[in-house]
RNA sequence: GGCGCAUUCGUCUAGGGGCCUAGGACGCCGCCCUCUCACGGCGGUAGCACGGGUUCGAAUCCCGUAUGCGCUACCA
């Protein structure tokens, strides 16, 4: 059978890490099968939707090239993929439940339900709250029709036995049914939960492998019997480890950039994003790290994939991107630092010579972002920072430096960056001074700060007159 | 509280009875390279949660304990 998979997100907010992992997961899975690869989107939650979400979604997905066959975007043969439209598919299956005697109508009120939860949470019977309306008499019911009170519908799980579930990542798990309560199906206002339309829709997209997060395992059981109620079939699950924070609990806001679009301002590139979440939990051969979209999807199989929680490591997705960014072929790294300086609408976007620069900064970026601190003051004319200005006005040395790299420089003929060593190490052998005594207020002068990149490339950018202007303007800084 | 999942260096992981005096990677430390910062090279640090079994032999299998996480919603 042809594989089917779906990446089913809620429009909440920002696609999360996690989010991507799991979508990850499904589009390797589909690839490498040659399956179909289902975008839904889950919107019964009208309270909890963020604006623009879906969008934003997309846009997040296709920035990681993962395309999905069929979605709200780019349709398909069992659409609609918003569950928002699909609302009479929900009430229809809802019909037949009642019919069959499957679901049944409950008049609790919220108060009231819970007040219940309270007195069961000890028990013996904590799942007995749930069923309090199940086998409502036809005088109850006419009462509470009477009254006016709301009803929602209640799937009637059976009070015994188990139901076992063969997770392809954690093997057989089994559920007794005695514990799992009356699920919930449509609300007081008639909308479809979660826990209906997920796996009505599962089913009639024809979906064969469901693969998400370890926290929708406990709804597994209630899922496959409702879809077994409807006469369907149910997919076969593999349920991942959450991705956790350094302090152990669900990666969130509170533990710095977690969702794509902030990895994208950040400037990392979207193949070391997809190859480190790729290893997020799951692993080739324990050695090879780095491994293409490609590769990945060559290799990737639910067996390799690690039950145990991962905590997120922010330090290892930096040197992978740096390691992808410094793979780059100049041609290619100076494209992708364009499109980043353009989508963060940077004012060193527009610049020209960008591309000159590729090789002054490319070793040493670990993400593009860092790119205007490092040069940004060789594009444009910045202020200097203040600490190193304040350094240079120390350095007994600088008045000395500063006024022969001044004469060194102004005839100096090619002036390109090895005319410019060139040049400058004779100012070193004539004042008698080691290159890194001589060349840091050198440096301070031409680049504004301490760290920069480097120093005979860097004057050979800006070229003689401008070089010159900043010798001299930090020679005014110091004394003698 | 109940149910479920998980547990190998700080972190991501390899390992599925003898190949393990536990391998790789990030990080960290040291050295080298060096015009700063990086890159790169070399070396080092550090781990099988605990307790019982099973077995000639256990990181690997079983049981228990502990800990973490998830679920226990008219959220998903």
């Known amino acids: 059978m042809a594989v089917r998979v779906r990446f089913a997100p809620s429009p909440t907010g920002f696609l999360h890490v996690g989010g991507v992992r799991t979508a990850l997961y499904n589009w390797l899975f589909a690839r490498h099968h040659g399956g179909t690869a289902v975008l839904r989107i889950e919107d019964t939650d009208t309270e909890r939707e963020a604006a623009g979400a879906i969008e934003q979604i997309q846009r997040s997905l296709d920035w990681l090239g993962l395309d999905f066959d069929e979605s709200p975007a780019a349709g398909g043969a069992h659409g609609p993929y918003r569950q928002s439209e699909r609302m009479e598919r929900y009430h229809g299956a809802v019909e037949r439940l009642l019919e069959a005697g499957h679901a049944y109508r409950c008049y609790q009120t919220p108060e009231e339900l819970e007040a219940a939860r ?193 905590v997120f490591d922010h330090e290892k997705l930096a040197w992978m991107n740096g390691a992808y960014l410094r793979a780059l072929d100049a041609g290619a790294y100076a494209t992708a630092l364009r499109a980043h300086l353009a989508d963060q609408a940077s004012p060193l976007a527009g610049a020209e010579r960008l591309d000159e620069l590729v090789p002054l900064v490319q070793e040493k970026l670990g993400a593009l972002g860092e790119f205007d601190a490092l040069v940004g ?67 301070i002068a031409i680049a504004g700060s301490t760290v920069a990149a480097g120093l005979y490339e860097s004057i050979a950018f800006l070229g003689r007159d401008e070089s010159l202007v900043r010798l001299a303007r930090a020679r005014t800084a110091v004394a003698g």
């Open 377 to 443: 003051s060789l594009v444009e004319s910045r202020d200097p920072d203040p600490e190193a200005w304040a350094r240079l006005a120390q350095d007994a040395n600088a008045a000395a430096v500063l006024d022969a790299a001044v004469s060194a420089l102004t005839d100096l003929e090619p002036f390109g960056a090895e005319q410019v060593e060139a040049a400058l190490r004779g100012v070193c052998e004539a004042l008698e001074l080691k290159p890194r005594q001589a060349f840091q207020p050198i440096r």
């Open 118 to 310: 309270d007195r069961a949470r000890h028990t013996d019977d904590p799942a007995a709250p749930t069923r309090l309306h199940r086998e409502l008499t036809r005088e109850q019911v006419a009462r509470f029709e009477a009254e006016g009170r709301p009803a929602i519908i209640r799937f009637r799980t059976p009070l015994e036995g188990e139901t076992v579930v063969e997770d392809l990542v954690r093997g057989r798990i089994a559920f007794e049914h005695r514990l799992l309560g009356d699920t919930v199906l449509l609300r007081g206002g008639g909308a479809p939960t979660y826990q209906l339309a997920n796996p009505l829709d599962d089913m009639e997209m024809g979906i064969t492998h469901v693969i998400r997060g370890e926290d929708l395992l406990p709804s597994t059981p209630r899922q496959r019997l409702l879809v077994e109620a409807l006469g369907g079939a149910f997919p076969q699950t593999a349920h991942l480890s959450m991705i956790l924070g350094g302090d152990k609990k669900r990666l969130s806001k509170r533990h710095g950039a977690a969702s794509v679009e902030e990895f994208r301002a950040a400037g990392y590139v979207p193949q070391a994003l997809v190859n480190f979440l790729a290893l997020c939990g799951w692993s080739w051969d324990g050695e090879t790290e780095i491994m293409s979209l490609a590769e990945l999807v060559e290799r990737f199989s639910l067996d390799r994939v690690n039950p145990a929680p991962a």
